[in-house]
């Protein structure tokens, strides 16, 4: 933990255990076009996971406790190895051409801070109820269609998502380099493999809002 390729390596680590969760979560979500019935019905079976040896819901905050454990080691990580790299060049450059770096890679910081608002706002909204203008609870599939038919809430959600994209692609093509697949043939399709993930990712994410505003999903 105190060196810097350790910590680096943590938040590699920490970033592919959100990952899982992020396909997971978009397999999810994209059951809502099998009907509100199947969709609902998906969502009660995450509260009575792992039943009868677990209560109802206590999977979900086992999930919970894990994924923000991973959250926490992340952002420590990065902010570690932030500070490191203000360390090793304390003024800054005079004149700064961009070669070898990404807009993603450049986004990342505050990237990442939008990422984390949009994160509680998404909680309020769908897991709290606090701000679904239609909040039913149990009826995941209403809840979904009342927030996204609000445009300003579907545009937030599209920006946040490819916010997420970025982050997700520069992550793993990162992540991938910290835990040693920088060599040939590896190096060659690992760019593309991160972009392509990236890419499918962030668009099954945002299939379920831009179906909400064109009134695929009612």
């Not at 709290?128 to 009826?139: K, L, S």
């Not at 009342?146 to 579907?154: E, K, N, T």
């Not at 946040?160 to 992550?171: E, I, R, S, T």
């Amino acid at each position: 933990m105190r060196s810097l390729i350790g910590q680096k390596m943590l938040m590699a680590v920490s970033g592919a255990l959100l990952l899982g969760y992020l396909v997971l979560h978009m397999i999810g979500n994209l059951k809502v076009f099998q009907g509100p019935a199947h969709f609902n019905a998906y969502a009660e079976g995450l509260r009575v996971l792992g039943a009868p040896l677990l209560g109802r819901g206590q999977a979900l905050w086992i999930v919970r406790i894990i994924l923000l454990a991973a959250v926490g080691v992340h952002i420590w990580s990065a902010i570690a190895v932030t500070r490191a790299s203000w360390r090793a060049r304390p003024a800054g450059y005079q004149r700064l051409e961009l070669v070898e770096t990404t807009y993603a890679a450049r986004t990342m910081r505050w990237g990442a801070a939008i990422i984390v608002l949009y994160v509680i706002y998404h909680l309020l909204d769908f897991t709290f109820g606090r701000v679904n203008p239609g909040f039913v609870p149990g009826d995941v599939y209403r809840n979904v269609v009342a927030s996204f038919r609000i445009f300003p809430v579907a545009l937030a959600y599209v920006i946040a998502n490819v916010f997420v994209g970025l982050h997700v692609y520069h992550g793993v093509w990162s992540g991938a380099q910290t835990l040693g697949l920088n060599r040939a043939p590896s190096d060659r399709w690992r760019r593309r493999g991160a972009a392509v993930f990236a890419l499918l990712l962030t668009a099954g994410y945002l299939l379920v809002p831009l179906a909400v505003i064109t009134g695929r999903l009612r």
